[in-house]
Antibody, heavy 119, light 107 residues
Framework: QVQLQESGPGLVKPSQTLSLTCTVS??????????WSWIRQHPGKGLEWIGY???????YYNPSLKSRVTISVDTSKNQFSLKLSSVTAADTAVYYC???????????WGQGTLVTVSS | DIQMTQSPSSLSASVGDRVTITCRAS??????LGWYQQKPGKAPKRLIY???SLQSGVPSRFSGSGSGTEFTLTISSLQPEDFATYYC?????????FGQGTRLEIK
């Protein structure tokens, strides 16, 4: 059973960089075949896809966030990470990591972590 | 981006009711659609993939149908644990986009 777990600071100051890590257990990122994504949900709102990474390091980002997003992978630790720069209050959200499964949608999700942007 | 329009945005129903939620895509997406259930404070849980395939472990009262631009999620007989928010997701083209959600409440 694949499990994902987000970790990182719950509070980030405006203009700084949000950094989160997703640790995968029960499966190896480096085995390939799956894309590993970040998705966020603003408080009381819908879901927004941020981007994905493949084990090889190839990425694809949502054009709406592309200029501020970096997703990286560390296969030795079975982790992938999100960096979002120049954050504002509008980036306050619950951030989820998820696996893009065999059918192209998201079959496994982390529990989510709330990140608040505030001074 | 492909826009996903979900309706209704909220719905009140009773235990035992049959409920249908609709998602319309702004352009054809074949059957590249999933349905998710989300309860407060929890991550979304996949119910349906490929528009009509039931995720393993999900009760058979849930079903999905549709192709192209119009899709439906049906719950045949509502149970107390089904009161939640439901989202559709298109993954036909990047970026993947979600519907705005349907909040299902107890009448």
């Amino acid at each position: 059973q694949v499990q994902l777990q987000e970790s990182g600071p719950g509070l980030v100051k405006p203009s700084q960089t949000l950094s989160l890590t997703c640790t995968v257990s029960g499966g190896s990122i480096s085995s390939g075949g799956y894309y590993w994504s970040w998705i966020r949900q603003h408080p009381g709102k819908g879901l927004e896809w941020i981007g994905y990474i493949y084990y090889s390091g190839s990425t694809y980002y949502n054009p709406s966030l592309k200029s501020r997003v970096t997703i990286s992978v560390d296969t030795s630790k079975n982790q992938f990470s999100l960096k979002l720069s120049s954050v504002t209050a509008a980036d306050t959200a619950v951030y989820y990591c998820a696996r893009e499964g065999d059918y192209g949608d998201y079959d496994y999700w982390g529990q989510g972590t709330l990140v608040t942007v505030s001074s | 981006d492909i826009q996903m329009t979900q309706s209704p945005s909220s719905l009140s129903a009773s235990v035992g009711d049959r409920v249908t939620i609709t998602c319309r895509a702004s352009q054809g997406i074949r059957n590249d659609l999933g349905w998710y259930q989300q309860k407060p404070g929890k991550a979304p849980k996949r119910l349906i993939y490929a528009a009509s395939s039931l995720q393993s472990g999900v009760p058979s009262r849930f079903s999905g149908s549709g192709s192209g631009t119009e899709f439906t999620l049906t719950i045949s007989s509502l149970q107390p644990e089904d009161f939640a928010t439901y989202y559709c997701l298109q993954h036909n083209s990047y970026p993947p986009t979600f519907g705005q959600g349907t909040r299902l409440e107890i009448k």
